[in-house]
Structures are given as structure tokens and as C-alpha cells.
């Protein structure tokens, strides 16, 4: 009897340990169940995975027992694995549990349920976000992962079989998506203990400087590119963002160059991404400290010192580029101010007012004037515009070549954007990450919306502010694709679930349009606007409304918001399962054009 | 031993004295230098119009709107930037203005590169007035205020030609400045 009893005991522990595999798009929560944001798509198990060269295949694997206990979870890959524990955010605004954060595991992981750290009522599933790499090189076939739990509860096995199809994609994105930043005080924020360790000296130490570049690091893996703009609304600037300065006048000169060098050095170079999967090479964009109140004192503005000391140092910075070889990346000449703010009488971002152009036509031609016209250094001028799009887009054709959008205005000027483009101007747009509660699926919009329409890319404009306590009192993350990973004994960021998604849509973007050789452009867009929401590339633009024919000066933004309901709510209906319908799409003309 | 730290005890306050006095000492050069009428022209009337309109459609409304007279808010800014270089240390001169019609508030007109200030909370196109601009407004008598830890502002009144009080000076400084505290 005892016996008997026992085995029935054993049998019910084996029923209890369980192994679930979850697309990319399916997010499940601490009781295993799929999270409410992305309920509306049916809660279909993985079956298989199909997965182009040079590219990630990601998956999520859920355990769950039936009571606490400990567990093993393994993974054995014949590919390039990476294994990361889903953190289990608890929102602040409802208490309600999201899994975004990616804490790195290594395989086998053993671990407990409940979590002790992630303190979890309850808690009875636990998710594991699965990258595999798939090489260039890899021999196209099938592959076979296998999932393996062990607990007391009983031990359970899965296997997915991942098809790797013979299409490379490309290195290069057909979208920059940019990840922005504003000073580097939150380094110190986020890094307590490092910040501790180093002491006084921590923003001058190499671990410091290794901080940033582990930032740039991981946006760059995640095909993304990394912005911090090094001055303030009055024109301050960080000491790593600028050379420092003497002199005031003509003599106005740059007196060293030491932690400016080992901020971007690295950077321009390329040697901060030696050890990455997708190589050394510099970043494309970086901002330029200069502000209506450096290099030059604002004190002259209007006067011929100003000017001195403006081409004084820009030349100097010209010259130190050259001289490095810092050739390949864009430095923009870019400003942040708003008069609201009370610094400098005029707007650099987003110009409102027309008269305020003119500020932009003389650095325009300030900047001309010092550098050299056969300068090897890429420089490019950078406005962020919105209401006067249409206007400065003419009015400063051939001095700003660089138009960071406003997503919703731009929806309505596609001439615009194609008269940009035509002349050979950089055009993205801008928006901010999608909250953890939305769908899935909302992060992959942007990046697609940009391709759609035929721009370079997008900017999320903060992504490494993930508020006081993300953690337990979670904002939402609507500012934040990375988080710190120092809670977790990592001295760098740890991704999120978001910018995994972002970065696969990326690499199926990257592919989809490398097949423009073989296929129309339009046809390859039409095919993935119906795969995504069964829409037509058209539907992602607005109609022309009537407020864009009067001055912008009477615009307000609710009469924008309702210009832009088109999309807006066309894209309120975005399915968690919207980017694998593309996915899905783009494998089949990939492989089907081989 | 102990006469030494004394000694570098009272060469500490004594410092601290100096820092103190130096933005006194430039917050009373701001008296005669600041142009009260030309502060009057800054901002535009159709800015200030919009300053104090809400609409819970459009939270941006008055930040929107609001603009300066270039010509005027440049020649007190460029007076704003001298005054804050009469003292050795990073420090900033602030013009605050009230807002005619609308007692109790007050609202910042200029700000520079530290972005110092004691009062200004990020982003307001005017506040509350503080007790102590309200004294300097009042009675045109310069007040010192220690409210932070750390930070001294020293305020100081802005006549016009009719001598009338038309706003303040803000010049404040922070014993321990932060290289990087608002580059942001």
C-alpha cells in the first residue's frame, strides 16, 4: 500500500515539472500563464523556428512546478546559445508582474521556485529568454535544441527544431535605430558600487570610461546605435563630451584633449567593439558638444569674437579628427535648447517659430568657414523638427543635412521626406519605447514604419532611465531598453525583452530589403504591411490635414493628434503575432528566391 | 594638533565667508547694472498671453508659445554673463520677473550655463513667488538665502528708468560644484 502510494505520489511530482516553449511574442508571467498585454494572440505553443545566416533565432522557455522547490533548467544547442533568466518587473501603478529585464544565465542554471530575489508571491513559472547565433558560415538545415528540467517535482525534456535557411544577412541595417541619452550623471547612479570602488576620481577612471562603452556595446550587438548628448539647456558642458577650452577671443584654444580621447576614442576607432559578434568598427553618429555657448561664449554672440572663438576651436577639433583618423563617423552639429527653458533666445530643437532659422544659417555658415572643404571628417548638421518641418526642410535645404522627425508630422509630408532623401539628407524620426504593457509587438512598429516609408532610421529618444526602483515600483520602462546590471553582479547593462524583439525585427528588415535586387521594392513592402496588420504601405501615412496649410505658430497639439488618428489607430490594433506574420513572410521570399 | 584644526576651522568659515560675500558683492553690482526696461521687453506679449492658459488637450500649451524679443533678452543675458565672472567660482546670474495681474507667482526670464539656482523647479514657466523674492520685490532690500545645503543665492532687486522694482537677480553658486550636474 505504502508502495503503491508512493509511485502515485512520483507520478503526480512528474505531471507538476513542466517545459513550455513560447515564441519571441508570447511573454509569460510568474504564474506561467501569457502576460494580459499579449492575450489577443492565441497562446500557441513553438513548434519549430526557420532562421536566415548571420542571424538570431529567439525563443522563451517557461518552467513551472507545481510547488516550491528547487530545479535545473539546461539547454544544449549545437549552435551559439545565450540563456537568460526573465526578471519579473512589478508595476507600480497596478502590481501587476511583466517579465522584461535579462538577467544572463549560463547553462545548466539551478535555481529555486519561488525566487528569492525576484520576490514573487507565489511565484510557480519562470521564463528563460533563449538567443541562438546562427554563423554566416552554418550549413543549412535542421537543428535541434534541447530544453531539459530537473526537480524534485520530476524532470521534463522539450526539442525544437530550428530550420537555418540559406540566405546571409546582411552586416549592414537598412534602418538606424538610435537609443539617446543625455549626460552620463545616471552612470554613476546606476553603478553605486563601482562609483564607490573608484571614489572620487570614478568619472575619471577607466571603469568609468568602460561603462559607456559597455552601453555603446550593447546597442550595438542589439543593431542599434547609442547617443549621449554631452551639454545642458544652458550650455554646459561634461567634461569626457568636449576638449577643454582657455582663452578667451582670438585666443580662444583647446588645451587638452585627455578625456574626450578616452571617452570617444574608442568609439571612432572602432577598438571598443573588438570583442563583439559583429566586429570592430566605429559608431556612425555621435554628437558634438557644440551649443550656442561652446566653444564659443555666448557673451559675444553678434559679435566678431564669437565667430573667432567658434572657428578657433573647430578648427582644432577638425584637425584632431583628421589626425586620428577618426574619418567614419558622422559628428553632429546639433541643438537641444528650447527658449522655454530660458537659456538662449531661440529654439535649436524643434523649431516653432520661423525666425528662428536664421540662427541655424549662421552656424551654418560659421561652421563652413572653419572647416576645411576637403576635410575627410564627416560632419553633418542635425535639426530635430516638427512644426515647421515643411518650411525649414526648404529654407534650410543644404545647411541641415541631417532631419530627426516628428513621427506624426512627418506622417502627413511623405514629399517631404522623399525630397530630403532625394537630395541626399539622412531623415529618421522620433518616438520613445513602448511601455512593457503594451503588445509585444508595438516595439517592432518604428523600425518597420521607417523602412515603410522609405527613411534611414528612428530615434527612441531616452533608453537608460529605467526610473528609481525598476525592479519593484516599475514605471513601465517607457523610457528604458537597458537596465543596470549591477543588482545582478554585472558591471555593465542587461538587455530587455523589448530590445531583443526590436533587434530580430532589425535583422529581418536588413534581409528583407536585400532582396530589392530580385524584387520590387513596393512589392516587398505591400507584402509586409499585409503581413503585419493587413494593412497597405499607404495606410501608414496620414492625408495631408488643413491645419498643415496654416502657419504652424496656430497649430495645437490636439489638432496634430487628430491629424494623426489615421495611424494611430490603425496601429491601436498591432497583434502580439504582427512581426512573425513578416517573419514569416520574409523567410518564405527569402528561401523562395534563392 | 588642536591649534592647527582650529586654525584650519576658522580658515573653512572664513572661505566660506568669502564665497558668501562674493555673491553678495555681485548681486549688489546687478542692482546698477540690469536694465529694468529692457528686462520688460523680453518676453513678447502674445507669450505671456499664453503663459497662463491651460488646456487639458494640450499640456504644452504656453511651453509652445513661448517666446522671447531676441534683441532685449540678449543684452541682459550678455550682462548676466558678466556679472556671474566677477566672482572666481562657477556661478550664475538669474532674472526673475513677476507677472503683472498675477500676485503670489513668479516666473525665471534667464537662466546660464550651470543652470544654478535655488528656486527654479525644472521646466516652470512661472511658480510660486518664495517669501524671500517677495521681500526683495517689496521693499527693494537684498536678501541672502542658505535654503540648500551647500548653496548661497544672493538676490538683488532690477529698477527700471521710473525706479520702480521690475524683478530680481538670482546669482548663485554651490560650494561643491558638479562637473556634470545638468548636462542633460
Redesign the interface.
Known amino acids: 500500500m505504502k508502495f503503491r502510494f508512493l509511485l502515485f505520489f512520483i507520478s503526480l511530482c512528474a505531471q507538476g515539472a513542466e517545459l513550455r516553449l513560447w515564441p519571441e511574442y508570447l511573454r509569460t508571467g510568474p504564474d506561467g500563464d501569457v502576460v494580459a498585454a499579449d492575450r489577443a494572440a492565441p497562446p500557441n505553443l513553438l513548434k519549430s523556428i526557420r532562421v536566415a545566416r548571420a542571424g538570431y533565432a529567439s525563443l522563451q522557455v517557461a518552467v513551472r512546478l507545481r510547488s516550491p522547490g528547487n530545479y535545473t533548467f539546461t539547454v544544449q544547442s549545437p549552435l551559439p546559445t545565450e540563456v537568460f533568466r526573465e526578471w519579473y518587473h512589478r508595476l507600480e501603478k497596478d502590481g501587476a508582474w511583466y517579465p522584461d529585464a535579462l538577467v544572463p544565465v549560463k547553462s545548466p542554471h539551478s535555481a529555486r521556485l519561488p525566487d528569492v530575489d525576484n520576490r514573487v508571491e507565489n511565484q510557480q513559472a519562470q521564463a528563460y529568454w533563449i538567443d541562438v547565433w546562427v554563423p554566416a558560415a552554418t550549413r543549412p538545415g535542421e537543428y535541434r535544441l534541447t530544453f531539459r528540467l530537473e526537480s524534485a517535482e520530476g524532470n521534463a525534456e522539450a526539442v525544437l527544431p530550428i530550420r537555418v535557411i540559406a540566405p546571409v544577412i546582411p552586416d549592414e541595417d537598412v534602418v538606424a535605430i538610435d537609443h539617446n541619452s543625455?549626460?552620463?550623471?545616471w552612470i554613476?547612479d546606476l553603478y553605486s558600487k563601482e562609483r564607490a570602488r573608484a571614489g572620487a576620481d570614478f568619472?575619471r577612471s577607466d571603469a568609468f570610461f568602460h561603462l559607456i562603452h559597455a552601453y555603446h556595446r550593447i546597442f550595438y550587438e542589439h543593431r542599434g546605435v547609442f547617443h549621449q548628448?554631452?551639454?545642458?539647456?544652458?550650455?554646459?558642458?561634461?567634461?569626457e563630451?568636449a576638449p577643454a577650452l582657455e582663452g578667451s577671443g582670438r585666443e580662444r584654444h583647446i588645451t587638452g584633449w585627455d578625456l574626450y580621447d578616452r571617452h570617444y576614442g574608442p568609439l571612432f576607432d572602432g577598438t571598443a567593439f573588438r570583442d563583439t559578434r559583429r566586429g570592430a568598427r566605429p559608431i556612425p553618429f555621435a554628437y558634438l558638444p557644440i551649443n550656442p555657448?561652446w566653444p564659443a561664449?555666448?557673451?559675444w554672440?553678434?559679435e566678431p569674437g564669437y565667430e573667432a572663438e567658434f572657428g578657433n576651436v573647430v578648427k582644432e577639433m577638425e584637425r584632431h579628427f583628421r589626425e586620428k583618423g577618426w574619418t567614419h563617423t558622422r559628428l553632429e552639429l546639433f541643438f537641444n535648447h528650447?527658449?522655454?527653458?530660458?537659456?538662449f533666445?531661440?529654439d535649436g530643437d524643434e523649431v516653432?517659430?520661423p525666425k528662428d532659422d536664421y540662427y541655424f544659417k549662421e552656424y551654418g555658415r560659421m561652421f563652413r568657414n572653419a572647416v576645411p572643404k576637403d576635410s575627410p571628417v564627416q560632419f553633418v548638421f542635425r535639426a530635430d523638427s516638427s512644426?515647421t518641418m515643411e518650411q525649414q526642410s526648404k529654407e534650410l535645404a543644404g545647411i541641415v543635412n541631417m532631419w530627426i522627425c516628428s513621427d506624426g508630422i512627418l506622417s502627413w509630408y511623405p514629399g517631404v521626406a522623399r525630397e530630403m532623401k532625394r537630395r541626399g539628407d539622412i531623415v529618421w524620426f522620433y518616438s520613445g519605447p513602448p511601455s512593457v504593457t503594451e503588445v509585444s509587438a508595438k516595439i517592432t512598429e518604428f523600425p518597420f514604419q521607417a523602412w515603410l516609408w522609405g527613411v534611414d532610421g528612428f530615434v527612441h529618444w531616452l533608453t537608460v532611465s529605467a526610473g528609481e526602483d525598476p525592479w519593484f515600483h516599475f514605471d513601465g520602462g517607457g523610457t528604458a531598453l537597458v537596465y543596470s546590471g549591477e543588482r545582478f553582479g554585472i558591471e555593465g547593462p542587461i538587455p530587455s525583452i523589448r530590445l531583443k524583439v526590436q533587434r530580430n525585427a532589425v535583422q529581418d528588415l536588413a534581409l528583407l530589403d536585400s532582396l530589392r535586387t530580385r524584387r520590387p521594392i513596393e512589392e516587398l513592402r505591400a507584402g509586409a504591411a499585409r503581413s503585419f496588420n493587413g494593412s497597405k504601405p499607404e495606410d501608414w501615412w496620414n492625408p495631408r490635414p488643413a491645419i498643415a496649410d496654416r502657419p504652424p505658430?496656430e497649430w495645437?497639439?490636439?489638432e496634430i493628434?487628430a491629424a494623426t488618428a489615421g495611424t494611430r489607430n490603425m496601429l491601436r490594433k498591432t497583434g502580439p503575432g504582427a512581426w512573425e506574420s513578416v517573419h514569416a513572410y520574409i523567410m518564405q521570399m527569402a528561401e523562395g528566391l534563392q | 594638533m588642536r591649534y592647527a584644526l582650529w586654525l584650519a576651522l576658522a580658515a573653512a568659515l572664513a572661505a566660506e565667508d568669502r564665497f558668501t560675500q562674493q555673491l553678495e558683492e555681485t548681486a549688489r553690482v546687478a542692482s546698477v547694472m540690469v536694465d529694468g526696461d529692457v528686462c520688460r521687453r523680453i518676453v513678447t506679449a502674445r507669450a505671456m498671453e499664453y503663459m497662463l492658459r491651460t488646456d487639458p488637450k494640450d499640456r504644452f500649451l504656453a511651453g509652445d508659445n513661448y517666446d522671447v524679443n531676441a534683441d532685449a533678452f540678449d543684452s541682459v543675458k550678455k550682462t548676466l554673463i558678466r556679472l556671474s565672472r566677477l566672482v572666481p567660482f562657477p556661478a550664475d546670474a538669474n532674472l526673475w520677473m513677476p507677472i503683472p495681474g498675477l500676485p503670489g507667482k513668479v516666473r525665471i526670464v534667464i537662466r546660464n550655463a550651470n543652470e544654478l539656482s535655488q528656486f527654479w523647479p525644472w521646466g516652470a514657466l512661472y511658480q510660486n513667488m518664495e517669501p524671500e523674492m517677495k521681500t526683495v520685490l517689496e521693499t527693494g532690500r537684498r536678501v541672502t538665502v542658505a535654503r540648500k545645503l551647500g548653496w548661497v543665492s544672493a538676490l538683488a532687486p532690477v529698477r527700471d528708468s521710473l525706479g520702480d522694482i521690475v524683478g530680481l537677480v538670482e546669482v548663485a553658486g554651490r560650494r561643491n560644484p558638479d562637473a556634470r550636474e545638468n548636462v542633460k
Open positions: 543625455y549626460g552620463s550623471s554613476g568619472y548628448l554631452g551639454y545642458g539647456h544652458g550650455g554646459k558642458v561634461g567634461p563630451f555657448e561664449s555666448y557673451l554672440w553678434g528650447k527658449k522655454r527653458y530660458m537659456g533666445p531661440w516653432r517659430f512644426w505658430i495645437t497639439n490636439g493628434r
